[in-house]
C-alpha cells in the first residue's frame, strides 16, 4: 500500500453459534482471511513477500461459548455502503456463521479499538426451573461458601442486569464480567461449576451479547451498530 492511499475502515459483526462456538481462535482467523480474499472486497493488504489482508479481531472467544458479538475491522481501498459490504462478504462466509452487522468508522478508529474492551456482557439459561433462585444469585454475589475455581470466576462479575425479572419470572441471567490482563473470566468453567456446586440438573447454557468498557461510572456498551 502506498502512503497516499485511502484507507477506509469497516467494523463486520459476526454471530458464532452452533458448531461455529467450538472452532479455536485461529482457525477463526483463517476462516475469515479466506472468506474476504475469496469476497473480491477490495482490501487493503501488507506490504512484502507474503501480504495478507490488514485485519483486526475482538479478543478470543472461548472454545464452547456462542457469541452475539464477534467482531473484525477490516480496510477498504473504496469508500462502500455497509449493505454492500455486508452482502458481498456473507456469500463467502460457510453455512451457519452469518454477518449481522457492517459498520463505516467515522471518524478512523484508534491503532487498535479492541484496547478500551475490558469487560463483557454475558447471559446465562438454566434449562430446568432452578429450585431455589437466590442459591444462584447469592454464588454470584460469593454470599455463599464456594469452591475456588466458582470464586476467582465470580471475583470477575460486576453486577447482574436483570435480578427482579430473574426471581420473578425468568430462567435467564444477564450479567456484567470483567476481562482482565491476568485474569481470564471463563462462562462455561463457572457454569459447569455453577452446576456441580448447585446440584443443577443440567449446565447452564452462555453466550456474550456485547463488549464493554467498565469505568468508575458504570459499563457502556462498545461499538454498537443498531
Not at 462502500?80 to 451457519?96: A, I, N, Q, R
Not at 487498535?112 to 434449562?127: D, V
Not at 465470580?154 to 490482563?181: H, P, T, W
Request: overall charge neutral; some cysteine; aromatic content about 10%.
Amino acid at each position: 500500500m502506498s502512503n497516499g492511499e485511502k484507507r477506509y475502515p469497516y467494523m463486520l459483526r459476526f454471530v458464532r453459534h452452533g458448531f461455529s462456538r467450538y472452532i479455536a481462535h485461529l482457525d477463526w482467523i483463517r476462516i475469515v482471511q479466506t472468506a474476504l480474499d475469496r469476497s473480491g472486497l477490495p482490501l487493503i493488504y501488507t506490504e512484502g513477500f507474503n501480504p495478507k489482508a490488514k485485519l483486526k479481531y475482538s479478543p478470543p472467544l472461548p472454545v464452547g461459548l456462542a457469541s452475539d458479538c464477534e467482531l473484525v475491522l477490516i480496510f477498504l481501498s473504496r469508500n462502500l455502503k455497509p449493505e454492500f459490504v455486508m452482502e458481498t462478504l456473507h456469500g463467502s462466509m460457510p453455512d451457519g456463521i452469518p454477518i449481522t452487522g457492517a459498520h463505516f468508522m467515522h471518524p478512523a478508529p484508534p491503532k487498535n479499538p479492541f484496547q478500551s474492551i475490558n469487560g463483557a456482557l454475558y447471559e446465562m439459561i438454566f434449562h430446568d426451573e432452578p429450585s431455589d433462585k437466590k442459591k444462584i444469585l447469592n454464588a454470584f454475589d460469593m454470599e455463599i461458601e464456594m469452591p475456588d475455581e466458582l470464586t476467582e470466576q465470580a471475583k470477575l462479575i460486576v453486577k447482574i442486569v436483570n435480578r427482579d425479572e430473574f426471581l420473578d419470572r425468568e430462567n435467564l441471567l444477564e450479567y456484567v464480567a470483567k476481562l482482565e490482563e491476568k485474569q481470564t473470566f471463563h462462562p462455561i468453567k463457572f457454569s459447569i461449576a455453577l452446576r456441580n456446586h448447585l446440584n443443577l440438573k443440567h449446565i447452564p447454557e452462555g453466550k456474550k451479547l456485547a463488549f464493554l468498557n467498565i469505568d468508575k461510572k458504570g459499563a457502556r456498551k462498545l461499538f454498537q451498530f443498531d
